[in-house]
C-alpha cells in the first residue's frame, strides 16, 4: 500500500489492515469500515493508487463515501490513471448524490486546473 510510513516492523500489519478496509469498502460493509479506519487513514491508497474514497465512489457506497470524507479524506487525490473520486462518478449511473457530496467537500474532476 502507497502512503503508509511507518517503521518496518509494523508496516505487514498496517499494510494487512489496509487491505481488509479496502476489502470492506468493496463489499459495502459499512460497520467494518467505521470501526478500522481513522483520520490518519484517510488518504491512504492502494497499490494502484486509488484512495477509500474512490474505491466507495466507484462501488456506489454514499454512506461510507461520506464517513471517509467526514474524517478528511482528500477527495480530489487521483489514481495512477490520473482519476479522482468525482471522476469515478462519471463511469456509472445513478451516482448524482455521490457526485454532489463530492462537490460539496471540494471535489472536482481532474482535467481541472486551480
Do not use: C
Amino acid at each position: 500500500m502507497s502512503q503508509v510510513n511507518l517503521q518496518r516492523g509494523r508496516y505487514v500489519f498496517v499494510e494487512e489492515q489496509v487491505r481488509k478496509i479496502f476489502v470492506a469498502i468493496g463489499k459495502g460493509d459499512y460497520q467494518t469500515v467505521l470501526a478500522k479506519t481513522n483520520t490518519k487513514m484517510a488518504n491512504i491508497t492502494d497499490d494502484r493508487g486509488r484512495s477509500m474514497v474512490s474505491m466507495a465512489v466507484f462501488e456506489g457506497h454514499f454512506n461510507i463515501t461520506y464517513f471517509l470524507l467526514s474524517l478528511g479524506a482528500d477527495p480530489n487525490l487521483q489514481d495512477k490513471v490520473g482519476n479522482s473520486a468525482l471522476d469515478m462518478t462519471l463511469y456509472r449511473d445513478g451516482y448524482l448524490d455521490i457526485a454532489k457530496l463530492i462537490i460539496e467537500h471540494g471535489g472536482r474532476p481532474s482535467h481541472w486546473k486551480t
